[in-house]
């Protein structure tokens, strides 16, 4: 197999060699020579010549280092002039228009139209006198020197390659052990501020248990006393319950101040670009207290500068049977536990739903149930509006998985959008932004635009109060303000036609949804810059209404008209 691939190669090369090898020729071949013998006068390739080495031990062996002590070879000529297309036929004729040395063959074939076909022997007159033949001899020595200098070169170069890569090896590994002190070290001071944190943890809570023993027993102490002193008559008694009364009131002061804090916890966040800064860092990440307190949000699991991605989504049924219409999703929510508070503007209800979202309960209100705000704990507001007729905000709250409505606050300008921050209600009217108390009395008019209908319909606060931003209905416009109502940014872009919904996260993720170009957007926290288009009609946004980042799931909750709510998972 091995000889017959080799005469294949061999029987296909139609080069013209200086030297060819003897025995290759005998069997038709065409092969290089690489070595000459003296004795045998003949020609051997470098496979033949091993042949000959064992037969004839003691003949000298020339190889290309010595080639000008190689004897012409018989046949040379015949060699040469045989043509490279057609080995059975001589050269004898050149084409004039092709510049190209031809057999009749040749000529036959591909010159058969060619005007300028000559003799050989006629051309060839007086090529020794010609310029060109004259240096040949010299052309040839320098391109040979140059294919010596260029083969040279490389071999040089392919030393230096290895010796480079045993340098670069060298340094890699050194880098490695750098970045491996650098690890042990971030490491260690990591773990040690994590050991800190949970200390300080640890002895908050120890007190706290503390308190509560000390407390108990001392309560417990008082009752007995009581009871002992029950038949003593009436001033021991008296004396013990004021002193009870005293306590219970420490009891119940003490137990309000560790309520406000519902869980001890510790978060860990790495740094960003950690493998590009590591010798710049002490720590892995930063390391940060997240006491969860009540009526605060949980902390966002992504960073500020953080640009999501959507990654599929699922469709969930809120209907329920009694409704009569189609649902028409107007405003959204989440509360701590994960629950979601959803409005329903053509069924005229408010509905809650559990962590499947499931429809578990729900409270009629009176046309139209609008936007939804999450203010605290588990209390919402509700916008309620009907243009000419009703301008009110209604208090819901969440017990045992019951929607309760606790009381209602009227306006005369109209309520669409609700935002909450500071204790204070931002509240939306089509055309005006106004912030109100918690008791329902006007701060002030925060900003107006009456260059169309809808001008200013939904709000969103960022966490730290400082920016305010406003879907522009009519105008196609992300309005940014600052807390004094100030202008800071108008963003437009082809993806935000009819933008309605506008949520913030509290780690400044800011998220647009557009009822006419049906898409889900990401802008910077300025308000400037599109971010991402998340979403679009093929990812299941059609005429959204309002929505809501649930940082708990890691996903965008999208309301429409339409029966199913859309969850948008992101990452």
Wanted: aromatic share 8%; glycine share 6%; proline share 3%.
């Amino acid at each position: 197999m091995a000889s017959n691939f080799k005469s294949s190669i061999q029987r296909g090369c139609d080069f013209i060699h200086d030297f060819a090898c003897s025995l290759c020729e005998e069997d038709g071949l065409n092969t290089e020579a690489q070595h000459f013998c003296n004795q045998c006068t003949k020609y051997y390739c470098v496979n033949c010549v091993s042949t000959h080495n064992k037969l004839y031990k003691r003949h000298t062996v020339l190889d290309r280092k010595d080639v000008k002590k190689w004897a012409a070879p018989p046949g040379m000529v015949d060699v040469l002039e045989r043509c490279d297309r057609h080995p059975g036929e001589a050269l004898k004729l050149v084409c004039g228009d092709h510049d190209q040395l031809c057999c009749h063959v040749c000529v036959a074939v591909d010159h058969r139209h060619c005007s300028s076909i000559q003799h050989i022997p006629d051309v060839a007159k007086g090529i020794r006198k010609d310029p060109e033949f004259r240096q040949l001899p010299k052309r040839v020595l320098f391109i040979r020197k140059q294919i010596e200098d260029m083969e040279n070169d490389r071999k040089k170069s392919s030393s230096s390659l290895r010796k480079a890569r045993t340098a670069f090896v060298d340094e890699i590994k050194a880098i490695r052990r750098k970045i491996n002190d650098i690890l042990d070290k971030m490491e260690k001071t990591t773990v040690q501020e994590l050991d800190g944190l949970v200390a300080d943890q640890e002895m908050s809570i120890k007190k706290d248990m503390e308190s509560c023993t000390q407390m108990h027993e001392e309560l417990k102490s008082l009752m007995d006393y009581i009871q002992s002193k029950d038949s003593s008559g009436e001033p021991p008694l008296y004396i013990g319950f004021r002193k009870c009364k005293e306590k219970i009131k420490q009891a119940t002061e003490i137990l309000q101040n560790m309520s406000t804090v519902v869980k001890y916890d510790i978060t860990f966040r790495k740094h960003n670009g950690i493998e590009d800064n590591l010798s710049s860092m002490k720590t892995f990440g930063e390391l940060n207290e997240s006491n969860v307190y009540c009526k605060q949000p949980l902390i966002s699991l992504f960073p500020r500068d953080y640009v999501f991605a959507t990654g599929g989504y699922k469709e969930y049924n809120v209907s329920m049977s009694s409704d009569k219409h189609t649902c028409a999703i107007e405003g959204i929510c989440e509360l701590p536990g994960g629950e979601v508070v959803i409005s329903d503007y053509h069924n005229m209800t408010v509905k809650l739903l559990d962590q499947e979202y499931r429809v578990v309960d729900h409270c009629d209100v009176p046309k139209y149930p609008l936007d939804v705000c999450h203010i605290g704990g588990n209390e919402v507001v509700v916008c309620v509006n009907k243009f000419g007729v009703r301008r009110e905000l209604h208090f819901i709250n969440i017990t045992k998985g019951k929607l309760v409505t606790t009381r209602k606050l009227s306006f005369t300008n109209n309520c669409y959008g609700a935002a909450y921050h500071g204790n204070n209600l931002y509240i939306s009217s089509y055309t005006a932004l106004y912030v109100y108390t918690m008791t329902g009395q006007l701060v002030k008019k925060l900003y107006e635009d009456k260059s169309g209908g809808y001008t200013v319909s939904k709000i969103a606060i960022s966490n730290d109060g400082k920016t305010i931003f406003i879907t522009n209905y009519s105008n196609d416009q992300l309005i940014t303000l600052d807390n004094l109502g100030n202008k800071l940014a108008i963003f437009t872009d082809s993806d935000l036609r009819k933008p309605i919904g506008v949520h913030a996260t509290t780690a400044g993720h800011v998220f647009v949804c557009c009822f006419e170009s049906d898409t889900v957007l990401q802008v910077d926290k300025d308000g400037k810059t599109k971010l991402a288009t998340l979403a679009r009609e093929q990812d299941g946004v059609y005429r959204p209404q309002a929505f809501f980042f649930s940082s708990r799931s890691s996903s965008l909750v999208v309301g429409r008209e339409k029966d199913t709510l859309l969850v948008l998972n992101v990452r």
